[in-house]
C-alpha cells in the first residue's frame, strides 16, 4: 500500500491547461487525418477507428499526472492559528 500513497495525484494549474491543450490537439489532428483517409478509401468506420485511436492516445498522455504537467506547483499559505470567537453555543 505504501507504494501506491508514494504516487503522485495532482496537476498544477499550468499542467492542467496544457494538458487540455494538448488533449484538443491530438483528438482535432486525429480527428482530420480520419476524415481524410475514410472519404480517400470511401469508409466511415476507418474514420470512427482512427478517431476512437486518437481518444485513446489523448487519455494516455494527459489523464495520468505525469511529471511534464506538475513542474510550477502553488506555494500555498501557512495556516493561521484559529481565533477565538467570543460568542459560544449554548448546551
Do not use: C, N
Amino acid at each position: 500500500m505504501d507504494f501506491f500513497d508514494s504516487l503522485p495525484t495532482h496537476m498544477d494549474y499550468d499542467g492542467q491547461a496544457r494538458a487540455e491543450k494538448l488533449s484538443r490537439v491530438i483528438v482535432t489532428l486525429f480527428g482530420v487525418v480520419g476524415l481524410v483517409w475514410g472519404y480517400a478509401i470511401q469508409q466511415f468506420s476507418q474514420t470512427i477507428y482512427i478517431l476512437g485511436a486518437g481518444f485513446v492516445l489523448a487519455g494516455i498522455v494527459t489523464i495520468p499526472p505525469w511529471p511534464m504537467y506538475r513542474r510550477k506547483p502553488l506555494d500555498w499559505q501557512k495556516p493561521q492559528p484559529e481565533v477565538p470567537t467570543k460568542f459560544k453555543k449554548k448546551k
